[in-house]
Nanobody, 130 residues
């Protein structure tokens, strides 16, 4: 079992920045693929970024490349999402997710979906006003 707790959401104006954190606890010592997803009202949950806790692989979706960075602090079991140049279309509930990934195969997929992950945080709201 893995527990995930997100923090750092809020309201900002377009062009602003926010940093989200996700603290993982429980059986997190094994290799996992950890990801950030977001879900806007009426839309499907979409991947924002990912990190392989057992390797150097990380990635971001095309819609946020150049504006967001994803990082992992293994010592503190914390996944971070640094967001710059925020746009109104970034408004969504942001979720942290984790999936046990012994071979690293999940994190190597071209695209990740909600169904790829077993563990989820409660979500944190990000609102960007124009």
């Amino acid at each position: 079992q893995v527990q995930l707790v997100e923090s750092g959401g809020g309201s900002v104006q377009a062009g602003g920045s926010l940093r989200l954190s996700c603290v993982a606890s429980g059986d997190i010592s094994r290799r996992h693929c950890m990801g950030w997803f977001r879900q806007a009202p009426g839309k499907v949950r979409e991947e924002v970024g990912r990190v392989d806790t057992g390797g150097s692989l990380s990635g971001l979706s095309d819609s946020v490349k150049g504006r967001f960075t994803v990082s992992l602090d293994n010592a503190n079991n914390t996944l971070a999402l640094q967001m710059h140049s925020l746009k109104p279309e970034d408004t969504a509930v942001y979720y942290c997710a984790a999936q046990f990934d012994f071979w690293g195969s999940t994190c190597r997929k071209t695209r990740l979906y909600q169904s790829d992950f077993e563990y989820w945080g409660q979500g944190t709201q990000v609102t960007v006003s124009s």
